[in-house]
C-alpha cells in the first residue's frame, strides 16, 4: 500500500525524534561533517545549554541543538517543518541567541570565535527556486568595535529539493532525514557509510524510546488539533476521527503491529485495517 509523502511524519524530521538522535555526537558528526564539508570528530563535540534567558521578563531561547566545535565554532542546529510567516526575523534571533547564550555562561569571547546557524527546512522560506542550499552572510562588515570578529554565517538547506543537490553522499544521507521510507531503501545503499548510517537511524526508530518520544508527540499534536476543533464548537468527532487516522498511519510507517496501533488509538484492529486500506 503506498503512503502519501507528509512533511512531517515519524522520521528524524520529527523535532523531538531530530533532537534526541542528535544528541548522540557519533551521529552527529556525521551531519556536521557532510554539510560543513570538514571531518568533524565526536571528540570534537561539546554540547551547549539548548535553553537561555536573555532577561528575567525576556522570552528563553530553545535552540533544537546547541554545540560547540572545539571551543572555536558555535553551531545551532534548527529543523524547520512549518511554514514560518517571520523566516529572515527567525534567522537573525537564533543568531543573536547563540551570542547571547555564549556571554551568559561567562566565557571571555574570543575574537576569532565563530557562529554558524544550519537550518534544516522542508520548503518553509521563498528563499529559493532550483536550489537546495545556501548561504547567507549575516554581517558583510567588520570592525574592531563589533562583537563578532570571526566568520559568521546562516546555511539553509531545503530538504524537499534534494534534486538539486549534486553531492550524491550528501544528498543521500539528508533524504534519510526527510523521510523514513528513504531510510529503508538507503539499508541497501552501494555507499558504505550511508548504508551504515540507514541502518543506525533504522534500528533508532525502531526502539523503545524512539518510540515514546513519537507517542507523546502524537498525543501532544492531537490534543492541540482537538482543542482547535472544540473552540470551533464544531466538527469536535470529525477531528477525533481524522487524529486517529493521522496517528495509525505514522505508526504503521515505522512498522509497528496492527494490534499494538489498534489499542494506540483506541480503535478496533478491523477499523485500523479499514483506515490502512488492508
Known amino acids: 500500500m503506498e503512503q502519501e509523502e507528509k512533511e512531517l511524519n515519524l522520521s528524524l524530521t520529527n523535532d523531538a525524534l531530530f533532537k534526541d538522535y542528535y544528541s548522540n555526537a557519533k551521529n552527529l558528526s556525521i551531519l556536521l561533517s557532510l554539510i560543513l564539508k570538514e571531518d ?73 570565535k565563530n557562529y554558524v546557524n544550519i537550518f534544516l527546512v522542508n520548503s518553509t522560506t521563498s528563499f529559493f527556486e532550483d536550489y537546495f542550499y545556501d548561504e547567507y ?22 530538504l524537499k529539493k534534494l534534486e538539486y543537490c549534486d553531492n550524491i553522499e550528501l544528498k543521500e544521507y539528508l533524504s534519510m532525514i526527510a523521510s523514513n521510507n528513504n531510510i529503508l531503501l538507503n539499508l541497501k545503499s ?65 512498522g509497528m503491529e496492527i494490534e499494538l496501533i489498534a489499542k494506540a488509538v483506541n480503535l478496533s484492529v478491523d477499523e485500523v485495517k479499514k483506515i490502512l486500506n488492508m
Open 190 to 254: 552501494s555507499n558504505d557509510l550511508i548504508k551504515k548510517e540507514a541502518f543506525k537511524m533504522n534500528d533508532y526508530l525502531k526502539s523503545n524510546k524512539a518510540f515514546q518520544l513519537a507517542m507523546e508527540t502524537l498525543k501532544s499534536e492531537s490534543r492541540y488539533n482537538v482543542g482547535m476543533i472544540e473552540a470551533k464548537e464544531e466538527g469536535i468527532e470529525e477531528g477525533i476521527q481524522k487524529n486517529q487516522k493521522e496517528v495509525a498511519l505514522n505508526l504503521y510507517q515505522m
Open 40 to 112: 568533524i570528530k565526536p571528540d570534537d563535540i561539546k554540547y551547549r545549554p539548548n535553553e537561555i534567558i536573555i532577561s528575567p521578563e525576556g522570552k528563553k531561547p530553545i535552540f533544537d541543538l546547541n554545540v560547540s566545535i572545539l571551543n572555536e565554532v558555535d553551531i545551532d542546529i534548527e529543523m524547520q517543518n512549518n511554514k514560518e510567516k517571520y523566516f529572515k526575523e527567525r534567522i537573525y534571533y537564533y543568531f543573536a541567541s547563540m551570542i547571547i547564550s555564549s556571554v551568559r555562561q561567562g566565557k571571555r569571547h574570543k575574537k576569532s
Open 137 to 158: 552572510k549575516l554581517m558583510s562588515k567588520k570592525t574592531n568595535k563589533e562583537l563578532i570578529e570571526g566568520k559568521s554565517k546562516t546555511i539553509i538547506i531545503d
